[in-house]
């Protein structure tokens, strides 16, 4: 199992408090591919969605600053 990034899990969620309107613009366009995504998993105790292939909740990944290689799976191409 790899070990989750701590610093780009708490800046993506920084991030998704207060996006500038380019970020929001970005994660949206991520949100957008994510929800076509066959990796996109309904987590009945969260009530949240997360990245099946990493485990992420989706609404804050989706502001990582990693850039397209925040996507495990290579989806994103922004």
Known sequence: ?????????????KRAANPTEEQQQIA??????????????????TKNYVCGACGCFLSK??????????CPKGKWEM
């Open 1 to 13: 199992m790899k070990i989750p990034n701590l610093l780009e899990i708490a800046v993506a969620w």
């Open 28 to 45: 949206e366009n991520r949100l957008s591919i994510c929800d076509s995504c066959e990796h996109k998993k309904f987590v009945n105790l």
């Open 61 to 70: 990944k989706v502001y990582t600053a990693k850039g397209p290689q925040g």
